[in-house]
């Protein structure tokens, strides 16, 4: 704004006073409106499904077309009291416990080797992926060809003379967990891989040839140099596989072992599958899916602590 004024001797003076600030630009609001049926979305298809969980787990429900009544804290005791769950706890947690560090720190140590780019490293890529494109049934069925009583694993023993370790390895309940833990292991670990050296090969080449100039080997490199620079990446793949093995499981259970000999390699996400449609206990099976949700949450957060950035 500009004001006139008279000064002594007949001159006017010319002030400048400030003016008021521009209001701000209002926000659009197209944005919000774009969003609206992805929240929606996410609510019924997502929030909604976890609710009835809670909610189921705390009614009797015999079946799906039977009559239905609360039961509190009933079905808990029933489970906490079942020795088929806590064979399933074990069972669940020595699955982690084993294939998450072999897939974890093996697809690492491979994605490293494919990241220094060797002479045939675009086929190895592809070869890495193989598994990942199979499908489970499929997958499933080699497993059973190699392990049966007369596949093709007894076989080779038999030829190398060593007949007498032979056994029905999936029928058997000291090893039925151990050939689905070696399922998953071969399933996960070259797909994780490939994305291990993917991230690898955005790290700076001037790390790698700083580590060099200072004497550094491919063994101190991979862990000292590289692994630090890329923990996040390697939390949200350790989450990835966690989920993957704790939910996962029971489609190959179900297609190997049907969760036995007796309950030696039922797994939790089995048991949820076997009590809703094979036993039609909804009310046990969702308390069972509680419990698992709580588990793949404790998970999440402790990964998640482990492998966060330490600057």
Not at 149 to 155: K, R, S, V, W, Y
Request: charged share 10%; hydrophobic share 50%; proline share 6%.
């Amino acid at each position: 704004m500009t004001l006139l004024s008279s000064a002594p001797g007949g001159t006017s003076v010319t002030r400048k006073t400030p003016s008021a600030p521009a209001a701000p630009p209002r926000r659009k609001q197209g944005g919000v409106i774009l969003a609206v049926p992805a929240l929606v979305w996410y609510l019924v298809f997502m929030v909604g499904p976890l609710v009835a969980i809670f909610v189921i787990a705390a009614l009797h429900w015999p079946g799906m077309l039977q009559p239905v009544s609360f039961a509190g804290l009933q079905n808990v005791r029933t489970v906490l009291d079942d020795p088929v769950f806590m064979d399933a706890v074990t069972n669940t947690a020595v699955q982690l416990v084993v294939a998450l560090p072999l897939m974890i720190v093996g697809a690492y140590m491979l994605g490293y080797y494919v990241a220094q780019q060797p002479p045939g490293h675009r086929v190895l890529r592809y070869l890495l992926f193989i598994p990942g494109l199979i499908s489970t049934p499929a997958k499933a069925m080699v497993f059973y060809a190699v392990l049966s009583p007369d596949g093709l694993f007894n076989g080779a023993l038999d030829k190398l003379g060593m007949g007498s370790l032979a056994d029905a390895w999936l029928a058997s309940p000291s090893t039925a967990l151990a050939c689905l833990i070696v399922l998953d292991v071969w399933s996960g670990i070259g797909f994780t891989a490939v994305l291990f050296a993917a991230r690898l090969g955005s790290v700076p080449d001037e790390i790698g040839e700083a580590a060099q100039l200072d004497g550094a080997g491919h063994w101190r490199a991979m862990w000292r140099i590289h692994f630090p620079v890329i923990r996040d990446f390697v939390g949200v793949v350790t989450m990835l596989q966690f989920l993957w093995t704790l939910f996962g499981s029971a489609q190959n259970v179900l297609l190997l072992t049907q969760g036995g000999p007796g309950s030696s390699s039922t797994t939790l996400s089995f048991l949820v599958y076997q009590k809703a449609f094979i036993a039609a206990d909804l009310g046990y099976s969702q308390t069972v899916g509680v419990f698992l949700f709580l588990v793949g949450l404790a998970g999440l957060l402790t990964i998640r602590r482990v492998f966060r950035q330490n600057y």
